[in-house]
């Protein structure tokens, strides 16, 4: 199975920050990785797929960059509603794996 | 609106069996593949199954593969966990999302609030 690991797992940050966090696949997953965000008691929601690309109606600051084993997702501005758990996920094969998760706090 | 409501969750014993079923309305159910999630208690996500437009196939986590069943019904718009053999550790919320297909790249658009179970004696 391909691991994914996040980093950090936990970040603390102000409202208007610029946020990074890194997902390292265990091999190349080309652009085949997608990033979610969840929220306690919350559905998870889809934020950026194939690496880079944002998801009809998700906020501008948010975006995605990286290709085979190194991927970020980074917010521009970091707002009161962007508190939450940060999950990347590879979608090269199956079985599907996600990271362990990064918990944004503000 | 596009929505995914599942249910069936519940209290259950260790080896006990729980079938979870999820409604999907606001689209056209059988255009798109499905999949099972869940999240234990202060874990992360763990992907569970998914299972192609037709039902024909269905893939498996190792975790789950010879006790848990995928299964659906494309005149009802219902997709179904079937889960047996039930451990302690399988205590989570268990979320059905749809799987939203980009070039060869599947990724879950639409997720369900989740269902909890609880495996304990």
């Known amino acids: 199975d391909i691991q994914m690991t996040q980093s950090p797992s936990t970040l603390s940050a102000s409202v208007g920050d610029r946020v990074t966090i890194t997902c390292r696949a265990s091999?190349?997953?080309?652009?085949?990785l997608n990033w979610y965000q969840h929220k306690p008691a919350k559905a998870p929601k889809v934020l950026i797929y194939?690496?880079?690309n944002l998801q009809s109606g998700v906020p501008s600051r948010f975006s995605g960059s990286g290709s085979g084993t190194d991927f970020t997702l980074t917010i521009s501005s970091l707002q009161p509603d962007d508190s939450a758990t940060y999950y990347c996920?590879?979608?090269?094969?199956?079985?599907?794996?996600f990271g362990g998760g990064t918990k944004v706090e503000i | 609106q596009l929505q995914l409501v599942e249910s069936g969750g519940g209290l259950v014993k260790p080896g006990g069996t729980l079938r979870l079923s999820c409604a999907a309305s606001?689209?056209?159910?059988?255009?798109?593949?499905m999949t099972w999630i869940r999240q234990a208690p202060g874990k992360g996500l763990e992907w569970l199954c998914q299972?192609?437009?037709?039902?024909?196939?269905?893939y498996y986590a190792e975790s789950v593969k010879g006790r848990f069943t995928i299964s659906r019904d494309n005149a009802k718009s219902l997709l179904y966990l079937q889960m047996n053999s039930l451990g302690v550790e399988e205590t989570a919320i268990y979320y059905c999302?749809?799987?939203?297909?980009?070039?060869?790249?599947?990724?879950?658009?639409?997720w369900g609030k989740g269902t909890t179970v609880t495996v304990s004696s």
């Open positions: 999302a749809r799987l939203q297909k980009y070039q060869l790249l599947l990724y879950m658009d639409v």
């Open positions: 606001g689209f056209t159910f059988d255009d798109y593949y």
């Open positions: 299972i192609t437009s037709s039902g024909k196939t269905q």
């Open positions: 091999q190349s997953i080309s652009k085949s």
């Open positions: 194939a690496a880079s």
């Open positions: 996920q590879q979608g090269y094969v199956t079985p599907v794996t």
